[in-house]
């Protein structure tokens, strides 16, 4: 029989699946708006306002993560999976910080300033210029396959623990009231 899990503390929680939803929301908006023209500026503003959202709420989970510890892992977790762990949450934190600032300053390069909820315009954060467009945009992309990756592995790791190995480890971020 397993120890009972420790969950993260609610705000957490709640911080962690809103931008889960949000992050999924952003992904799916930004590949949709690349391949089909049809609304590309009223998606683009969408996206460009999820983007600022996330970027703010990451930074409250950042600042979240640093006043309260994440609870014990299980033991079925081995020394070197938790050295996974730590390198895959650092990892998802740089590509959810990295990826807003990188699209803030993509779009800064086209020489406009980013508009978020209909009308708010943000100040530029890189100099008009193509060829900084350019790399923007393609580190960008780069970026948003990455964080893709990142996410299916980290969903990967806790279908194993969950449903495999059987310790809980899903439980560590849910809501259900039974352990």
Same mark, same amino acid.
């Given at each position: 029989?397993?120890?009972?899990? =420790?969950?993260?503390?609610?705000?957490?929680?709640?911080?962690?699946?809103?931008?889960?939803?949000?992050?999924?929301?952003?992904?799916?908006?930004?590949?949709?708006?690349? =391949?089909?023209?049809?609304?590309?500026?009223? +998606?683009?503003?969408?996206?460009? =306002?999820?983007?600022?959202? &996330?970027?703010?709420? &990451?930074?409250?989970?950042?600042?979240?993560?640093?006043?309260?510890?994440? /609870?014990?892992?299980?033991?079925?977790?081995?020394?070197?999976?938790?050295?996974?762990? &730590?390198?895959?949450? +650092?990892?998802?934190?740089?590509?959810?910080?990295?990826?807003?600032?990188?699209?803030?300053?993509?779009?800064?390069?086209?020489?406009?300033?980013?508009?978020?909820?209909?009308?708010?315009?943000? /100040?530029?954060?890189? /100099?008009?210029?193509?060829?900084?467009?350019?790399?923007?945009?393609?580190?960008?992309?780069?970026?948003?396959?990455?964080?893709?990756?990142?996410?299916?592995?980290?969903?990967?790791? &806790?279908?194993?623990?969950?449903? =495999?190995?059987?310790?809980?480890?899903?439980?560590?971020?849910?809501?259900?009231?039974?352990?």
């Amino acid at each position: 029989m397993t120890e009972p899990m =420790t969950r993260y503390p609610l705000r957490t929680r709640i911080l962690h699946w809103l931008v889960a939803i949000l992050i999924f929301s952003m992904l799916l908006i930004g590949f949709v708006m690349v =391949t089909w023209l049809g609304s590309y500026s009223a +998606l683009v503003g969408i996206h460009m =306002t999820l983007g600022v959202v &996330v970027l703010f709420i &990451v930074v409250l989970r950042i600042a979240n993560r640093f006043t309260h510890h994440a /609870p014990k892992l299980p033991k079925t977790v081995g020394w070197a999976e938790q050295k996974l762990v &730590v390198g895959s949450e +650092l990892t998802l934190y740089a590509l959810m910080l990295a990826q807003p600032l990188i699209g803030w300053a993509m779009v800064s390069a086209t020489g406009r300033s980013p508009v978020i909820f209909g009308s708010l315009r943000l /100040p530029r954060i890189a /100099p008009f210029n193509a060829d900084l467009f350019f790399v923007l945009r393609q580190t960008h992309s780069v970026l948003a396959y990455a964080l893709v990756a990142v996410i299916a592995a980290h969903v990967s790791a &806790v279908l194993l623990h969950t449903l =495999t190995l059987r310790d809980g480890m899903l439980s560590r971020m849910a809501f259900s009231r039974d352990r």
